[in-house]
């Protein structure tokens, strides 16, 4: 069946300070990955979708800058919290769609961040 | 921009219960948009459990349903009686012309009493 893996599924970072989290499509080949963001007392808000050979979209109020993405293969994409502060706790998701998903997103179990 | 509305939690009820939980959307980009109930039991992800695409469609799936009622911009999630094992998180959501957006409710927190 088609899964997704997202590790760490915990994390704690000092402020000011940076994290990387990743996910892995097992199953079936992950042609697009969604990462989302849900903060305390917040629903799901999409940050940006990178679609292999395409340039990756960044949804208003994130960016690049501050939340980079890899995808540098149809299984694996990453993204860093760079510069963490309080505002950027929460839960992040990696959603992955692609050979068939049949343009639905497979969800991995989520990375909580806390910031100290 | 779309939106999506649903029971505010935490719900509690009891085994052998029904169960409803409200939901109701707002698509400004997209006439019918396709509509999804996800469930993130825990210690587990987030997992699709039923999706309907068609206005007027009802989904189902471990004993709950939805109906996609254009009418009244409805997708309530039902189940005439739960069990424990339902005590998850349920978000109703809803994706417009981008498959991959999902726009997602707050979310519902179910506790079942055995």
């Known amino acids: 069946g088609a899964l997704v893996y997202q590790y760490p599924r915990r994390t704690i970072c000092k402020s000011g300070t940076s994290m990387r989290m990743e996910c892995q499509a097992v199953g079936f080949q992950a042609t697009s990955v969604a990462w989302y963001r849900q903060s305390p007392q917040k629903t799901f808000e999409l940050i940006a979708l990178?679609?292999?050979?395409?340039?990756?979209?960044?949804e208003q109020n994130f960016t690049q800058e501050k939340f980079p993405i890899s995808h540098p293969n149809l299984s694996f994409s990453s993204m860093t919290v760079l510069n963490a502060y309080l505002e950027d706790r929460g839960l992040y998701l990696c959603?992955?769609?692609?050979?068939?998903?049949?343009?639905?997103?497979?969800f991995g179990h989520g990375t909580k961040l806390s910031v100290l | 921009g779309d939106s999506v509305t649903q029971t505010e939690g935490p719900v509690t009820v009891s085994e052998s219960e029904s169960l409803i939980i409200n939901c109701t959307y707002s698509?400004?980009?997209?006439?019918?948009?396709?509509l999804f109930w996800y469930v993130r039991y825990p210690g587990e992800g987030l997992q699709l459990l039923l999706k309907v695409i068609t206005a007027g469609q009802k989904g189902s799936s471990r004993g709950f349903e939805a109906t996609y009622n254009k009418e009244t911009t409805s997708f309530h999630l039902q189940k005439a009686s739960v069990q424990e094992s339902d005590s998850a998180v349920y978000y109703c959501?809803?994706?417009?012309?981008?498959?991959?957006?999902?726009?997602f409710g707050k979310g519902t927190h179910l506790h079942v009493l055995p």
């Open positions: 698509a400004t980009s997209i006439a019918y948009p396709n």
């Open positions: 959501a809803l994706t417009d012309t981008n498959a991959y957006k999902v726009i």
């Open positions: 990178s679609t292999v050979n395409s340039a990756i979209k960044y």
């Open positions: 959603g992955a769609a692609g050979t068939i998903s049949n343009e639905r997103l497979f």
